[in-house]
Every structure is written in structure tokens, then in C-alpha cells.
């Protein structure tokens, strides 16, 4: 069976993820690369059929139309891996060893597999049950049927960033990846009262410059938003992978309130799309400056 036909057949309907803008024509794109793993909606009729509580249930998991926020920069060409898979079926920001053995029968003895805190409140790498609702599926899958999943969902999608993230290096000398997130409204947590409507993760400095964090911080700030840095979300295991900002490879995660972008039942693109498109693209503007800027100077020294 093809990857194709695995893709449609089992797991989402169209392909696992595509690259946007003009990551595939484009040799000379920016050292800036979104990723959006989230906000997956395919759901193929297996996956449907797995579950006891239907799609609505199941899209409680997404990052409800992340994909929509970067609208602007695709259109104008702005390279960005985004995954149509849905959450549900695998997490693309969880460790791959993080598989809950509830989740999967059949477990080789002595596989190197770990229990993180998510696992534990049911949202491993294979998602297993919501806050208040229960659990997700009918039954546990077989470990081919998981290890096939990692392989082909997971392993691909940071191969595929891997390898765009390598090429930017080589040609600008720094790369950065930008992880893009939504979260819902937040309560107040800031020092003035106010609560975030932008979480920007970084891992307390592990994963990128904090000049980039601060740069980031500024911009948003200056228009009009409330920003807060690694609280409550200081980034998972994507930017941990990616972000090693020694090697000029940076990486952090964004995570903007839903009530900014969407409706409000939080479900379909509300007003503030278009301004939150424009915000994200003077963002990712002036960071592909600051990292070219900063090239250059390490040149001239």
C-alpha cells in the first residue's frame, strides 16, 4: 500500500501534510519556516468510526483553523509545513516514545517508552481521552498499526522540517522555526491584571536566542497585545527537537488566544482575522531581518 493510499484510506482524508508557499520552488526562501501541527481537520471515515463520540468531540483536540493565521504569509510565499492529520489520530508535538500503553496492545517487552505528565492526563502521543468527556476510542490499536503511525505521520513531518531547516542554515547561516499554536481565552495571569492573548515558548531560552524571544515579545506588544513568555506553554517537544540555538538553529512556539481570530462560539473565522494575518506577518518580517542583519555582521567582524 502507498503512502498516498494509507494517508486517504486510514488516517486523514487528503494527504498526512503539505508544504505551503513556495518551500518546494522557492531556493532562496528566508531563514524563517512556520510549522502548524495542530490544526489537522481530515478526518477519514476510519478514524470516525473508531470513536465513540464523533467528530465534534474529536475537534476539541485541534487547534481550531490555526492554518487560517498564516493565510498572508503563504500567499505571499512564506514557507510552512502544515499538517492535516488530525491531533486525534497522532500528536506531532509529543515525544515518539510517548505512546500510552492503554492506547496500544501488543507492546514489545523492554520498548524504551516514556510516561509524560500530558500522557498521564490522556493527551499522549496517541491522544486517549478529554477533561470531562471520557475516553475518545472504541478500543486500543495493535503496535504494527502504531509503530506505522509514528513512521509515517510523525518521523515524515520532522523529517520534512529537518531537512527545510538544514537548507536554510546552509544559505542565511541561522535558521529560525516558528511553531504556531491556539489556546483557548485564557484568566488573568500577567503582573497587571490582564491575561495573555500570545504565549511565546522558547523553553526558557533552550530552543532560541533570547534576543529573538524579546524581539518577538516587543513587536506584539507594540500592537496592542497582551504577551506573555513560556507561562503557562513554554513549548513541547517540537521546539525541543528543532532548537539549538549554539548551531544558529532557533525555534519557538506561538500560541495566540482563539477568541482573537475566531467567532464567538471559538468554532469559524471571526473579525479579528485579518488583523491577527497581518500581525503574524509583520512578525515573521522583522525576524527574518533581524536574523539576516545578524549574518551579516558576524561577517564583517
Keep these: 500500500m502507498t503512502r498516498e493510499a494509507i494517508s486517504t484510506e486510514l488516517w486523514a482524508d487528503g494527504p498526512l501534510f503539505e508544504w505551503c508557499g513556495e518551500e518546494q520552488a522557492c531556493a532562496d526562501a528566508g531563514p524563517v519556516l512556520l510549522s502548524v501541527p495542530h490544526a489537522g481537520r481530515a478526518y477519514a471515515a476510519p478514524v470516525l468510526a473508531r470513536s465513540r463520540m464523533g467528530r465534534s468531540h474529536l475537534q476539541r483536540l485541534e487547534d481550531r483553523l490555526a492554518d487560517l493565521l498564516i493565510g498572508d504569509l503563504i500567499a505571499g510565499g512564506q514557507p510552512a509545513l502544515v499538517a492535516r492529520v488530525p491531533r486525534a489520530v497522532i500528536d506531532l508535538n509529543r515525544d515518539p516514545r510517548d505512546v500510552d500503553a492503554i492506547m496500544v496492545r501488543g507492546i514489545p517487552h523492554g520498548q524504551p517508552l516514556i510516561q509524560s505528565l500530558k500522557q498521564r492526563g490522556g493527551l499522549g502521543l496517541f ?175
Excluded at 502504531?146 to 523529517?159: P, T, V
Excluded at 540555538?245 to 500560541?255: C, D, K, L, S, V
Excluded at 481570530?261 to 525576524?287: D, F, W
Design 127 to 301: 491522544p486517549r481521552s478529554l477533561p470531562r468527556m471520557g475516553e475518545l476510542w472504541r478500543g486500543p490499536m495493535g503496535w504494527d498499526e502504531a509503530q506505522s503511525r509514528i513512521a509515517h505521520m510523525h518521523g515524515a513531518y520532522h523529517h520534512e522540517l529537518e531537512r527545510a531547516l538544514d537548507r536554510r542554515l546552509a544559505r542565511h547561516g541561522q535558521a529560525l522555526l516558528l511553531d504556531i499554536h491556539s489556546m483557548p481565552p485564557l484568566p488573568p495571569s500577567l503582573p497587571d491584571g490582564d491575561r495573555p492573548d500570545i504565549v511565546i515558548g522558547d523553553r526558557f531560552g533552550a530552543t532560541a536566542a533570547g534576543r529573538l524571544s524579546e524581539m518577538a515579545e516587543s513587536l506584539l506588544q507594540a500592537e496592542g497585545l497582551k504577551v506573555a513568555l513560556n507561562h503557562p506553554y513554554a513549548g513541547s517537544y517540537l521546539i525541543e527537537r528543532h532548537g539549538r540555538p549554539r548551531q544558529g538553529r532557533h525555534a519557538m512556539q506561538i500560541e495566540i488566544s482563539r477568541d482573537l481570530y475566531l467567532e464567538e462560539r471559538l468554532e469559524e473565522p471571526g473579525a479579528g482575522l485579518p488583523r491577527m494575518r497581518r500581525i503574524l506577518r509583520l512578525l515573521v518580517e522583522a525576524l527574518a531581518q533581524d536574523l539576516s542583519r545578524d549574518r551579516w555582521s558576524e561577517a564583517a567582524e
